[in-house]
């Protein structure tokens, strides 16, 4: 009986509801992205009803902070590079930069 071992994933169980406000999806987007593998699938409760574990969703928004950084990150990177160009263009004779 004191085998009580917390089983990872498990911490609560959400209906679509709470689902969509916490990841901001429609309902038909949810979905489709359910059928490309980018959130993570339902499981069945009951014969007409489904849920999501808490712990995948809250991993998905965390895949979506992630993402955000390193595009920040590329568009950082890719604006310097276009200041050096110009930069460059800048210092060369007109009919040498066009």
């Not at 498990?10 to 679509?16: A, D, S």
């Not at 489709?32 to 980018?38: F, T």
């Not at 849920?51 to 568009?75: C, P």
Request: proline letters at 3%; hydrophobic letters at 40%; one cysteine or more.
């Amino acid at each position: 009986m004191g085998d009580n071992k917390a089983i990872s994933g498990t911490c609560r169980l959400l209906r679509i509801t709470e689902v969509l406000n916490i990841s901001g999806l429609s309902r038909a987007t949810l979905y489709r992205e359910i059928a490309l593998h980018d959130f993570p699938s339902p499981i069945r409760i009951s014969a007409r009803s489904v849920a999501w574990l808490q712990d995948e969703v809250m991993q998905w928004v965390e895949s979506r902070i992630q993402l955000r950084a390193a595009d920040q990150r590329a568009e950082a990177g890719k604006a310097r590079q276009r200041s050096r160009q110009l930069s460059v263009t800048r210092g060369l004779p007109k009919d040498e930069s066009e």
